[in-house]
């Protein structure tokens, strides 16, 4: 499996190309900036951009939507519960980043759905807390990208419109610790860990 992480923006977002190795088809995790470079990153992989795929919709995960999509003509996919936040520049943050308007979605994601990428499945797993349509996608079973659920040592900040700590600490609990310990976790910030590291060591998870 192809996994390859950029931070971008002046927050330090992870996005992520995610691609698989035997049909070069590849999808695109949270492009919050810097979208001529991430199209670079995506032509030097040789990778054929089939979804973009928004974890949640705070303007350091959506910001370089727009270039992607135009550069790749990827479908651009998010939880049907974050549609009013990543079209409200207000409560996305995107006035404050002097965003544009972001691109419509092409299609509104469920929990339990899932896409094939080459012969990779993606999952979608609602994790709401951190916002209201807050997703993790598990790939291939082993492989999690948490957005800004849980993060090595710490977890999603919960003070930000629609932001719930007790929604958060139950999404993790109920989706994402039952995962093998040996998952792999690529947050949103920060860098990797695995669910059974923070099974053990994670202050809010004890």
């Known amino acids: 499996m192809i996994i390859k992480a950029l931070q971008v923006g002046s927050l330090g977002t992870n996005c992520y190309l995610v691609g698989c190795p035997e049909t070069k088809e590849g999808v695109v995790i949270d492009p919050g900036d810097e979208g001529a470079r991430i199209v670079a990153e995506i032509e030097k992989e040789g990778l054929k951009i089939k979804y973009i795929i ?6 350091d995960h959506i910001g370089a939507n727009k270039a992607v999509k135009e550069a790749t003509g990827a479908q651009l996919l998010l939880h049907s519960q974050e549609e009013a936040i990543y079209k ?3 409560a996305s943050f995107a006035d404050f980043f002097e965003q544009g308007e972001p691109p419509e979605p092409d299609r509104l994601l469920e929990d339990g759905d899932k896409l094939k990428v080459g012969e990779l499945t993606i999952e979608v797993l609602a994790t709401p807390g ?28 919960t003070d930000l419109p629609g932001g719930s700590y007790k929604q958060l600490m139950q999404s993790i609990k109920e989706k994402l610790l039952p995962l ?20 053990g060591k994670n202050p809010y998870l004890q």
């Open 54 to 59: 928004n974890t949640h919709g705070h303007a």
């Open 88 to 90: 409200n520049p207000s």
């Open 130 to 157: 951190h916002t209201p349509g807050g997703i993790c996608l598990l790939v291939n079973g082993k492989h999690l990208f948490s957005g800004d659920t849980l993060f090595e040592g710490s977890i999603g900040r």
């Open 180 to 199: 093998p310990d040996e998952t792999r976790v690529y947050p949103g910030h920060m860098q990797m860990t695995t669910i059974g590291k923070e099974k």
